[in-house]
């Protein structure tokens, strides 16, 4: 395949394909990358640590093993990626944007990148996030802001909005991220790609900063998964990272269960019913909507329902207050005291549960790790009675780039003329998040801008190619990806 033929849109299976039967080189295939983020990335800011050199040596070795025939089995061989910048990197800076992090390099590579490199990776480099991948934009001091590639005046949802924003564009084939507000599912939704958050114990969940440094971290929530602009690219992706941590691998194996179906007129489709103090974009919820029709038309069991016993508002507490516990683990007593004064001062609709996890004594934090069991036990028996659960991903799509230095607890949205809470944008996400739910995100539409809309298929634990598949069927009966039409040249 001559070099001028390759799309670099192409799904990243499509491209391993043309690399296994030796129609472009690992090292052209490259080139054909670094390209482009020389001519796309200086505007768009998605890639903010360039690994080229070392690229260039993966893309060799690879090229050499092919020609001597001394390939091992390795699925991503050849193929360029990008991870987080959150994801450590042996000899790379992980800054979580922070300019005080700006030469703080790893000393060694997290599983998740060591898996990427053994599985024949060629790492091109590290995609920019929000301060702390805390916040649904990828803007900060240390490497600037990072735009949409359908709308440079809006953000690309975070904290991998830099990794989603460089699929979109076409500057990479796949992305590695982090997820415990939606960082992976937002992202990919506000940037009309595929995202998927694993199972919780599916991916080693160290490796990643902010975080432990050592396997098995006593925190819970935090996934790494990957994002693509393929569902087919997820099972791709996930397979090569899932797998237990340093351990545990003395003893235990992973085996996947297959997808519950392969035909989505077998799925049997739940969908989470509205709430009235959650307003969605009704653009969203038109779409979420269109997909119900499509799939009745196509003899698919779609109803309107949620798991027994399951209040969206006592969920959203729950998972608040975990949050907080996880967010502010480090702070210091009078900085903890502080945090919890500004909070009472400034109140807000979940700001009890903020201070719960602020303040929360021993006894109280696994009163919160056991209101977790139980949703974790509500939703075992709902997926007896259903395979996936349809819901958005947030309550909006792409909205304009806010003002980073107007607090987060500040900042408001407007959804369908009513003003609300910025943070109830981790709302939908924590549905899959709180109990560590499989949730896949996939494109669905455009707005009438023409900005993308998505949609999150949840999944039953353990269970990560049910949701995958699912959003596969679509692709392939509807199909998926489109690429900006600004970023075509």
Known sequence: MPHSTIDVFAPAHVLLKALQEGSISASALLELYLERIARYNPQLKAIVVLNEERARQQAWDADRARTRG????????????????????????????LPERANSLSMQNGPVVQSLLSAGGVLLGKTNVSPYAG?????????????????????????????AAALAAGLTPLEYGGDIGGSIRIPASFCGIYGHRPS????????????????????????????????????????????????????????????????????RV????????????????????????????????????????????????????????????????????LQVEWVRHRGGPFSDAELLGLTATASQLFALLSKREQYRA????????????????????AFEHINPHIPFASRKLSINGEVVPYAFMKVYPGLATLSGQPATAFPWGRSKTGLPLGLQVIGPYLEDYTPITFAELLEREFGGFVAPQSYLR
């Open 70 to 97: 001394t390939l091992s089995a390795c699925s991503l061989h050849g193929l360029p990626i990008t991870v987080k910048d959150c994801l450590e990197v042996a000899g790379l800076p992980s800054t979580m944007g």
């Open 135 to 163: 916040d649904w934009h990828a803007h900060n001091k240390l490497f600037g802001r990072t735009d949409n590639p359908w709308d440079a005046k809006r953000t690309p949802g975070g904290s991998t909005g830099g990794g």
């Open 200 to 267: 919780e114990t599916l991916v080693p969940r160290y490796g990643y900063v902010p975080g432990p440094s050592l396997p098995n971290p006593a925190i819970v929530m935090g996934v790494q998964g990957p994002l693509a602009r393929s569902a087919a690219d997820l099972k791709l992706g996930l397979k090569v990272i899932a797998g237990p941590s340093v351990g545990e691998d003395v003893a235990w194996q992973l085996q996947l269960p297959p997808p519950r179906h392969q035909r989505l007129s077998e799925f």
């Open 270 to 337: 739940a969908v989470l019913p509205p709430v009235d103090w959650l307003p969605v974009d009704h653009e969203i919820t038109e779409a979420l909507e269109n997909l119900v029709i499509e799939l009745r038309k196509r003899g698919v069991i779609v109803a309107q329902v949620q798991p027994e016993s399951f209040d969206l508002r006592e969920h959203e507490e729950v998972y608040t207050s975990l949050m907080q516990a996880i967010t502010y683990a480090d702070l210091d007593e009078q900085a903890r005291a």
């Open 378 to 397: 509500i939703y075992r028996d709902f997926f007896k009675q259903w395979d996936v659960l349809l819901t958005p991903v947030t309550i909006t799509y």
